[in-house]
């Protein structure tokens, strides 16, 4: 069958046409493929940048809504309220959460406590998680002031369920995940080996033994809403970990808001570094109205929020994700020696006592 008015193609002719022909469909097939990755590529590093997806603002309102609860110290109406609003919020986000309730003696006699533990997904469809999120979510009991702990208490509560939100939303590293809210951060009198740190503590007692194998690293979330911030990781930081959120926060061109702090700090991550989970105290622990009655909600910012939740996100999603120079690398070996300083020593007399873990060196993984 001939193309009427086409002169006959001799077979060298047809050859050369049906190369060409080849030729040009390659090529407009490579152009086609082109355009499809020009079109979907931004998409997909959208996606993939899910630090952009943290709110400030809604994690701002989320401590706005612990404040207006009113002081919640451990055991009190307020902190039960706290601890309502926290599973109904995890609850929303795709989160099963957990009590983990204990009595512990105080100077103040007996007290309940419970922390809250959650994970992604149902009980029966959830992930053994490998990296902790945690805050203490009560504040101070104060017989002089009202204490409220918008910063203290409030914002790192806050932090955390914005973060539950946003990974939520990404199952796979959410399966690898576990949120803590410790109860009973704040020493009733003064922070001793027996007094302060109750959640912590008591979650670090539970995890000894084999349970200390499964985590492969946490950050502690504390003070982190001041409106002029600047996180200061203490002396104690795990090396490896401090570097890699110094790198994720000037990767996001953050740098300029963490430095150290120049001494240790006793605060929810020296339980967990003690049992061999390396952890890492995100605080911001130069803030004038530090267990004053003007940490209110008027000295915190939504931007700051924003500043801390894109930096931890980045360093979940790039660094502890995706980064393959993660696997098998040692993060510490260090020895914590509590006795100089501590939170409460900062402004009020310090306490004596002393406590030093040899932290064992232990591999730690990727997330994925």
């Known amino acids: 069958m001939e193309i009427v008015g086409c002169p006959r193609q001799t077979p060298m002719q047809k050859q050369r046409f049906v190369t060409a022909f080849h030729r040009n469909a390659l090529h407009n097939t490579t152009i086609v493929f082109l355009i499809s990755l020009l079109q979907t590529g931004p998409v997909r590093a959208a996606e993939a940048k899910i630090w952009e997806d943290f709110s400030g603002d809604k994690a701002f309102a989320h401590v706005q809504r612990l404040v207006d609860f009113g002081p919640r110290p451990a055991g009190s109406d307020a902190l039960e309220k706290s601890r309502t609003y926290i599973e109904e919020q995890l609850r929303r986000y795709g989160w099963n959460t957990r ?64 973060l539950a939100r946003v990974i939520g939303q990404h199952p796979t590293l959410a399966g690898k995940i576990e949120l803590v809210f410790f109860d009973g951060e704040e020493a009733f009198e003064q922070f001793s080996d027996t007094d302060g740190l109750y959640g912590s503590r008591y979650f670090a007692r539970q995890l000894q033994g084999s349970g200390t194998k499964q985590f492969r690293g946490g950050l502690l979330f504390d003070m982190v809403g001041d409106r002029s911030l600047g996180i200061t990781l203490p002396n104690d930081s795990p090396a490896d970990m401090a570097r890699d959120i110094f790198a994720a926060a000037e990767a996001l061109k ?111 993984k990727a997330l994925v």
């Open 99 to 162: 009590r983990q309730a204990y009595t512990e003696d105080t100077p103040r006699g007996k007290t309940h406590f419970v922390n809250l533990i959650a994970q992604f997904g149902t009980q029966k469809k959830a992930a053994s998680p490998v990296f902790l999120l945690c805050t203490h979510y009560d504040t101070k009991a104060f017989d002089t002031i009202r204490f409220v702990g918008a910063n203290d208490g409030g914002s790192s509560t806050g932090l955390v369920l914005e």
């Open 254 to 364: 953050l740098r300029s808001y963490f430095t150290y702090l120049g001494r240790d700090l006793i605060d929810d991550h020296v339980p967990l570094n003690g049992i061999g989970i390396p952890t890492l105290d995100v605080i911001d622990f130069d803030y004038p109205w530090w267990h004053t009655a003007d940490d209110t909600t008027d000295k915190i910012s939504g931007s700051s929020l924003q500043i801390v939740g894109s930096i931890a996100l980045y360093y979940l999603s790039e660094i502890i994700s995706r980064s393959a120079h993660m696997r098998g690398r040692r993060f510490f070996n260090f020895r914590i020696a509590l006795t100089p300083f501590s939170r409460q020593s900062a402004r009020e007399s310090s306490p004596e006592w002393s406590v030093s873990h040899q932290c064992p060196i232990r591999p730690v």
